[in-house]
């Protein structure tokens, strides 16, 4: 199973940028799909996530508001439409995905690479 995030750039503050994250591989069921963010010199956060089906997303404070996940699970990809983008939204932003690889297996965690955000002020 491999994520492939796509979507980050450069933009001013009060911009907008909407992210993509695609997974591929043998994957029997996708659980929650979510997006993690790691800005310079700090730990890595939680920035949003969506339940399997998709009735319960979570925004963490700093982004309510601003920043609205999706997902299409037909074609297995997660989007973070982030809006009105402030400095302190720079980082990279890591897609992660809850994935049973095998009916027989466990759900385990992957990740994307990473694609950065910067935002200038």
């Known amino acids: 199973v491999q994520l492939q995030a796509s979507g980050g750039g450069l933009v001013q503050a009060g911009g907008s940028l909407r992210l993509s994250c695609a997974a591929s591989g043998t994957i029997f069921s996708i659980n929650q799909m979510g997006w993690y963010r790691q800005g310079p010199g700090k730990q890595r956060e939680l920035v949003a996530y969506?339940?399997?089906?998709?009735?319960?997303?979570y925004y963490a404070d700093s982004v309510k508001g601003r920043f609205t996940i999706s997902r299409d699970i037909a074609v297995k990809e997660v989007y973070l439409q982030m809006n009105d983008l402030r400095p302190e939204d720079t980082a990279a932003y890591y897609c992660?995905?809850?994935?049973?690889?095998?009916?027989?297996?466990?759900?385990?965690?992957?990740w994307g690479q990473g694609t950065l955000v910067t935002v200038s002020s």
């Open positions: 969506v339940d399997g089906d998709g009735s319960r997303p």
């Open positions: 992660n995905m809850i994935i049973r690889p095998g009916k027989l297996q466990f759900f385990s965690d992957y």
